[in-house]
């Protein structure tokens, strides 16, 4: 990462695909950032060449930050973005072409996006759980011949699971995961779902998600050998959902550990232990997005709740409930986090920390 | 069932609790039933003496239906009543103490309370998955001296994964179950769930639930062996949510087989035309409240929604969609149906014209 | 209209804009329609030529009804429909184009857009309202040159305030209205709200529709001298918002009336018993989708609510409440009504039964 | 206010009936205040004797605050209080009852309760607005020949109604007002509105609520002569209704003024001038709940928005938008702020803050 400086010297970012909701996301993590600077911001061209706050629809609390009022939109291009780090907010379809032309330039991009999250040479990295992943950028980079370099940040869902599951993969092992998600209407984006489909309403599918939600966890949970990813040995399934929640995706998750069932049941107490005493880099090098807790356990019967949990540790931590056993399996919990936060801005901008201290 | 006429004569019934929601959807249900006609109302002490529309809120559509406006409410106590047949929407714990009382005069209890669900001699009915259960109502005026006697239909979650699992469980067999709840605010009363509780939101845990949902099938699709039940032998393991819908209570579903496993993978096709074929007793009888197809199987990705299908078949069909193959077990689908109709009122009502035609 | 048999044939007729929310409204209402024959849906070109369950993703209850599921759907010109009566719901730049084209070509346009509403020789139409405004159509016809013809009804939310205004007119006349309404997502179409807008929020503000309330009554209730409209001489202030219902608009109205002012207040009995007295032509024409009665007055505290109200009488009445005395002017009161049925198909539908028994 | 030090110390004070909604609200508010340190909690008998974490069940986000988790909840009386000025949550007929002891024992009762309100010689205080009204507790205490004082806020439609009215009341003189509210369930308090009653629905009743908005801002906006207070001369009138909203009151408000109908119209842009730039006593002092500025105009055409502005100044501001002409009067507008902080806890600090101060 020789082209990212490490000094007390604030770096330049760009935001891609600033208009929408992650983007406004991106915007409220970076205002006042330490480490970052929003330098440019860029969207589609109708957008281009307009100040942000003409060019956006505030989706958020109160007013646009003044910090960024003001900056001119630019189309998405690298010869228009002098930034250093690029976080991306953009479609899948527009990010597989874009992202690769901005590494190609030498920017980093920390993208949220799902078009390089099951590269080969792509990190999908949780700075939590799989840090060393960043290891991949040499292979990367050397597969590409890129200046610069993509890394991506998983799935809002998948994020939610594989946080609380990390420090049980890693005590006692895993072999089944059954995951049925509630998610939240932002995850689709601000006019992603009608009213008139979720007033008094639910909708039993999320396109491609249970895919994402199946594949990416034994990605992350996987060990990068040098060359490759070799993923994690257990098997996801996933029924996802859409709710009326504006933020904050729950799951009902449903675990076989691989020690336990040998030793003929789980410790609770154990796996509740395990949850609430992870802790891993990011609060190691106190990385200003990292949450002091990445898991949060509580005891509370009808905890998690999405409205009144979603902004634990300013949206980084997971907040899981109900651990108990599990009359087939070994246990069973609910997990919830902010989804646009934790699940997509955020992990971005804590992805981008963590680039930058390591 | 002696004290049951079974001529074209109507059947007095009386409907106990009649002032909350589920007593209001008996209503709904008995008003112009070819079967029955409504002799008497009753719930507590504080309403009785008053004319229906007087002591209780409306909660369904337009008005009070006017056969039942001026009926006098009275407290729920066997001398008040000369019902043949009473349907109990009681809260359980009076449910206990009364429907006994009620059975010892010689009334057939409906009961939709979960008091009595798992009594050994007690049928736990779902017409068209054991009918044959009836048997046990020897046993159960034998051992308890009754003249009449209490039949019970299961939890509102418990019904709406269990009818679309009677043809898997009789072509395929079950070994294993995972269901991941998403439940109608109405299932918790009018007023059970305060809107600051709901709006925004989700409730991970619904009291006692769980333990329902997981005992109550084993029952239902137990055998009866001449003096009581002999379990199925399978697991269900569950997790229940409360969500922001009025009716409806949605289910994602896990299933293992025993045969397919044997095969190593289940035919989808196989498993649809199953659900999709399945009738029944109450369909050959014509039961007034039977629908067509207990089991409707949808193709569309999106569907079943509770807003758009909890109607189907006046409220009692289960409608199922999203039929796929689990990664893990053999196959996963959702599936649907109106919590306070199929899963409630309705289920009392098919119950006893079971009764009355056989 | 000559061109329209009064037999009891059934005319042939055709929804333009047929897979939109209130396309399917016209569809539910015309299908077993005793006067009417669906006999062609139009659509935009790109669902032209597509069976209509292909081009339209159906967003009422269960499924689209069998009768028009295999009807291919056309581009919206005249040369493609042999329909003698078309209903629009087109949107209102596209019917500004095409619906003089249709009733160039003979066709009888009863239109929900708002296009030609406000138009000199246009009848804006409410049945029971203003059935002599019909008498416009032949000023139309001399001025257009057309053999068909424009009818079109009222805006949704300026119909639930006009149906219980005219008795007030007739009896007390009227000088003041202040409307503050609480409208329906489904007004805006089906993806026109998004959920992010209006879960735990409301809009106040709801496009150019505070015009139409402000203006539309006035013509309605106003004389037709035998060349053109002379208004109503009173005034109308509204303020227009959106709240999370998903059908059914409610309105608080404030009136001054020009007698009871000056007799020094108004007997609010009288008010509620013209209300409730009111029927008009289509009552007594006994058309198939007027209601019995076009306003119902409801005595309750806390009635009419959308979700408890909208249905009443198909959808085709207006629910009043809350009819107490106005601290500043003489009385107010809340009414709602169901936007898509009375507020747009359903109004359409019945001003083609007046015309047709006319 | 000889018993109330007005030094750097901080006063001890009370929170009464501190377990529901605006109780947890008064916590929020007073924990870390700089004036204000909790000394005492009180609740219904029930939870006397009990730590507030336990007697509680807390509905804001994330946790209790660690400062009033231990603090054993005692019986509302006076002898079980030591504070100097104690916040009433409590309801209104309790309030009636108790208040008035705690003010003859010697404390100020800062009240957020009804049932002194429209007493005449209680202060009904907006600091804002109304602050000379602390001399009537000159004439309270004389007349009662109480220690200590009973001030009161007013309801939580009327504050965000009349907060923008003053400046144009001082400007332009009031004549008429009515005022349409839109009010969020959380005003029922936690278990008020039940979710069975509000999905999908709205209530166009609150009990008592018309009557107090008609009322109190004519006392507010009256002048203390000395012994009493001269009523405002103007008259409004209001609807008020309940909407699926967790938390802000948003009405549409419509004006005649003295001046303005003198001189043919109002300019729009003095409208909006005068609101923009109110300021008053509160915000000279600094006080520290006092908002920068108590009233926020916006441009954009569909602002206020309930979860996008309740927010704004830490609750304390009402933002009001779409000011514009009234084709009756002289303007309309739309007006929203936050009814548990701007309309409740928040306005009764913000009078105790004034009285510390003055």
Redesign the interface.
């Known amino acids: 990462m020789t082209s990212i400086s490490v000094t007390m010297e604030t770096i330049n970012v760009a935001v891609l695909g600033a208009t929408g909701?992650v983007g406004q996301r991106f915007i409220q993590g970076l205002v006042g950032h330490p480490f970052f600077e929003i330098s440019d911001l860029t969207a589609s061209s109708k957008s281009a060449g307009k100040p942000y706050s003409k060019a956006t629809r505030w989706?958020?609390?109160?007013h646009i930050p003044d910090e960024v009022k003001d900056i001119i939109v630019k189309d998405t291009k690298p010869e228009n973005v002098k930034a250093d780090i690029v976080f991306s907010a953009l479609p899948s379809g527009i990010a597989k072409v874009v992202e690769p032309e901005f590494a190609k330039s030498g920017a980093t991009v920390a993208s949220n996006a799902s078009a390089y999250r099951m590269a080969e040479d792509v990190p999908l990295l949780i700075p939590e759980v799989n840090p060393e992943h960043l290891e991949m950028l040499e292979v990367q980079r050397e597969n590409r011949g890129w200046d610069g370099a993509i890394i991506t940040n998983p799935n809002c869902s998948t994020v939610m699971a594989v946080l609380p599951l990390k420090p049980i993969y890693d005590n006692f092992g895993i072999e089944?995961v059954?995951v049925?998600t509630?998610q939240a209407?932002?995850g689709a984006g601000?006019?992603?779902?009608?009213?008139?489909?979720?007033?008094?309403?639910?909708?039993?599918?999320i396109?491609k998600e249970e895919e994402k939600v199946?594949m990416e966890g034994l990605k992350i949970l996987g060990e990068f050998d040098g060359s490759k990813i070799v993923p994690a040995d257990f098997?996801?399934?996933a029924?996802c959902?859409r709710?009326?929640?504006?933020d904050g995706h729950?799951e009902?998750v449903?675990v076989k550990t691989r020690d336990a069932s040998d030793r003929g049941g789980i410790d609770i107490r154990a796996v509740k232990r395990v949850m609430r005493e992870f802790k891993a880099i990011p609060q190691e090098l106190g990385l200003p997005t990292a949450p002091e807790n990445p898991v949060i356990v509580r005891e509370e019967?009808?905890?998690?709740?999405?409205?009144?949990?979603r902004?634990?540790q300013n949206g980084m931590a997971v907040t899981v409930?109900?651990v108990r056993e599990?009359?087939?399996?070994d246990f069973?919990f609910?997990c919830?986090g902010h989804n646009t936060i934790r699940g997509a801005a955020g992990a971005s901008i804590l992805n981008a920390e963590l680039l930058v201290k390591m």
Chains 1, 2, 3, 4 share one sequence.
């Open positions: 909701m989706y958020l609390d109160e089944q059954f049925s509630m209407v932002s601000y006019a992603g779902v009608p009213s008139m489909a979720i007033l008094d309403n639910l909708i039993p599918f396109n199946e098997t996801v399934s029924s959902n709710v009326a929640v504006i729950t009902s449903f019967a009808d905890r998690p709740q999405p409205r009144l949990d902004g634990t409930g109900r599990d009359p087939i399996l069973k609910t919830m």
